[in-house]
């Protein structure tokens, strides 16, 4: 699977996804062992490597938001 592109709307999604789920995007990093700015960042693009990459895909089917994905 390809990690989805990164920006503010793939964050929004994901919040939103999350919230749809009665969570957080915070509670799923504390969840997962990493801390939300990581989070933040994977989906904005910030970190954008193969690990962030990696990381964004976990986040947005977590989230379950098959429109990014």
Do not use: C
Not at 27 to 52: E, Q
């Amino acid at each position: 699977m390809k990690a989805p592109q990164p920006g503010l709307d793939l964050l929004l999604a994901v919040k939103a996804g999350f919230v749809r789920q009665g969570t957080t995007m915070t509670r799923w990093a504390k969840d997962n062992d990493t801390h939300v700015s990581n989070v933040r960042n994977a989906l904005i693009g910030t970190w954008n490597g193969p690990r962030g990459q990696a990381m964004r895909t976990k986040i947005v089917r977590a989230a379950g938001v098959r429109d990014a994905v």
